[in-house]
């Protein structure tokens, strides 16, 4: 499944910016979606997800409260609204896919088969 990435950029502290995650393909109805984050020098970090077909989202706490992951299945779109950024949100973000992911592997970036090619955030205090 291709995945492309979008919506990145340079903000200021307490701004919002909204990533979305686009495919050709109409599969966010069977497949569960998910935002990852890497920062300079660390690892995957998870952010979000989505579960396939239904209402269920999942957040790390870093990010609960401020961030919103959502599905238009009309435009095969997953998008992640992030609020009241900080400069600790700045990182890479990935999206991904999976149409097997089961809950306890939600959080293990190895569990998703798709990944779109990252957009950067970069969030200046």
């Known amino acids: 499944v291709q995945l492309q990435a979008s919506g990145g950029g340079l903000v200021q502290a307490g701004d919002s910016l909204r990533l979305s995650c686009t495919t050709p393909e109409r599969i966010f109805g069977s497949y569960s979606a998910a935002w990852f984050r890497q920062a300079p020098g660390k690892g995957q970090e998870f952010v979000s997800a989505?579960?396939?077909?239904?209402?269920?989202?999942y957040y790390a706490d870093s990010v609960k409260g401020r961030f919103t992951i959502s599905r238009d299945n009309a435009k095969n779109t997953v998008y992640l609204q992030m609020n009241s950024l900080t400069p600790d949100d700045t990182a890479t973000y990935y999206c991904a896919a999976s149409r097997t992911l089961i809950l306890s592997s939600l959080t293990n970036p190895q569990a998703y088969a798709s990944w779109g090619q990252g957009t950067q955030v970069t969030v200046s205090s």
């Open positions: 989505l579960w396939r077909g239904g209402p269920n989202t």
